[in-house]
């Protein structure tokens, strides 16, 4: 049975800082994995998809990386602006199943 | 383009009742997710619907059924609510069952369940 997890569970950073966030998956046997973020209350929003063939996806300043056999991701996020405070979940799809989710980890961007 | 809707956006119902969550795809997706996801934990996969039948479940009981209709929308019932349904409950849509295709979220129907 996959299992998602994600460290920190919460990270609190001063506006321009650079930052990683951590994503971690038990079963290498993936499709894919996806980031999104989600604002209080609110749905989820998606960020970048990496293929399981890929090693990395860039999206503005965001880049996510993929190593597979090792079973994690993480997302950097360049430059941190408070409008990038939320939390951001990654998601797992494996073989013959539907995506399965981490916990998240919660980002505050102090300005 | 439209993006994938809820309704209600929010919804307090008592213990016992049953409750029926509403959602249109994104124009052109005929695959439907849903998800429960209860407060400050990552959403957990319900069941999906592609061309009107359910297409894989997760760990869920039978009381918790869906729909998918000929126009891709869906809808989620729940019956006998229990206390524990209170959640967050959001639907997903996409191109298609296919393997690489990314999930497009609605803002989710917030369930209190007294």
């Known amino acids: 049975k996959q299992e998602v997890t994600q460290i920190p569970a919460a990270l609190s950073v001063p506006e321009g800082e650079n930052l990683v966030l951590n994503c971690s998956f038990t079963?290498?046997?993936?499709?894919?994995l996806q980031w999104f973020r989600q604002d209080p209350g609110k749905g989820l929003t998606s960020l970048l998809l990496?293929?399981?063939?890929?090693r990395e996806q860039t999206s503005g300043r965001l880049n996510a990386s993929l190593d597979k056999s090792s079973g994690r991701s993480t997302l950097y996020i360049a430059a941190s602006q408070p409008g990038d405070s939320a939390t951001y979940l990654c998601a797992v799809k494996g073989y013959g199943q539907n995506f399965v989710f981490g916990p998240g980890t919660r980002l505050s961007v102090l300005p | 383009e439209t993006g994938v809707t809820q309704s209600p956006t929010h919804l307090i119902k008592t213990r016992g009742q049953q409750v029926t969550l509403r959602c249109s795809s994104q124009?052109?997706?005929?695959?439907v997710s849903w998800y429960q996801q209860a407060l400050g934990q990552g959403p957990q996969f319900i069941f999906q619907?592609?061309?009107?039948?359910?297409?894989g479940r997760g760990n869920f009981p039978p009381r918790f059924s869906g729909l998918q209709f000929p126009n891709y929308s869906s809808e989620l019932n729940v019956n006998a609510l229990e206390l524990d349904d209170s959640a967050l409950y959001l639907c997903?849509?996409?191109?298609?069952?296919?393997?690489?295709?990314?999930?497009?979220f609605g803002n989710g129907t917030r369930l209190t369940v007294t």
């Open positions: 990496i293929q399981s063939s890929q």
């Open positions: 619907y592609y061309r009107e039948e359910e297409n």
């Open positions: 997903a849509s996409s191109l298609s069952t296919g393997n690489n295709s990314p999930l497009h």
């Open positions: 124009s052109g997706h005929n695959t």
């Open positions: 079963d290498s046997a993936i499709y894919n």
